[in-house]
T-cell receptor
Framework: DTEVTQTPKHLVMGMTNKKSLKCEQH?????MYWYKQKAKKPPELMFV???????INESVPSRFSPECPNSSLLNLHLHALQPEDSALYLC??????????????FGPGTRLLVL | EDKVVQSPLSLVVHEGDTVTLNCSYE??????LLWYKQEKKAPTFLFML????IEKKSGRLSSILDKKELFSILNITATQTGDSAVYLC?????????FGTGTSLTVIP
């Protein structure tokens, strides 16, 4: 099973709302990632968690707040977003960061629209 | 600075044609390179390449890595309309994956 699940599939929110994106994997992977992808652009790394600790934060604005409650779950809390934050948010996981043979699997994504 | 360049940026071919997609990279502490296919949704994994010169094959798709010249190619033979997608390469540094801009492939019936 190479499944990464994400909820919700679609989200529309106002600039004053607070919402959360959720990601789950049961592959025993110890690295989990959040990416943001705009139309016709490659995925852009936001955060990496390794063994439930935040290891990479690619200078993401504080209105995005990641959380890794356990090794299977990854959340992205959203607050006071801007319309330019509208994008596809992808979660991914991989087995063990640092290993030479690392394969990353993506969830289906959450398509976010900020009004 | 780490860099991944894919070429061509876009490609339009007819069904049955063979295509070659290129990925060149400069990534510190390079470990391996992944290829993904992205249609309307999330990228789906195609290949992981770790060793130079060893071809990986899956049906009509094949890929090879050259760690000396720092590039990889993805070949698709006898293309079909279902191959229409963006193909992304992603070198792995042992720390994070670096995505190229992708090659958009359109296969016309």
């Amino acid at each position: 099973d190479t499944e990464v699940t994400q909820t919700p599939k679609h989200l529309v929110m106002g600039m004053t709302n607070k919402k959360s994106l959720k990601c789950e994997q049961h592959m025993g992977h110890r690295a989990m990632y959040w990416y943001k992808q705009k139309a016709k652009k490659p995925p852009e790394l936001m955060f990496v968690y390794s063994y439930e600790k935040l290891s990479i934060n690619e200078s993401v604005p504080s209105r995005f707040s990641p959380e890794c409650p356990n090794s299977s779950l990854l959340n992205l809390h959203l607050h006071a977003l801007q319309p330019e934050d509208s994008a596809l948010y992808l979660c991914a996981s991989s087995q063990d960061r640092g290993g030479p043979q690392e394969t990353q699997y993506f969830g289906p994504g959450t398509r976010l629209l900020v009004l | 600075e780490d860099k991944v360049v894919q070429s061509p940026l876009s490609l339009v071919v007819h069904e049955g044609d063979t295509v070659t997609l290129n990925c060149s990279y400069e990534v510190t502490n390079f470990r391996s390179l992944l290829w993904y296919k992205q249609e309307k949704k999330a990228p789906t994994f195609l290949f992981m390449l770790t060793s130079s010169g060893i071809e990986k094959k899956s049906g009509r798709l094949s890929s090879i890595l050259d760690k000396k010249e720092l590039f990889s190619i993805l070949n698709i033979t006898a293309t079909q309309t279902g191959d229409s997608a963006v193909y992304l390469c992603a070198p792995w540094s042992g720390n994070q994956f670096y995505f190229g801009t992708g090659t958009s492939l359109t296969v016309i019936p």
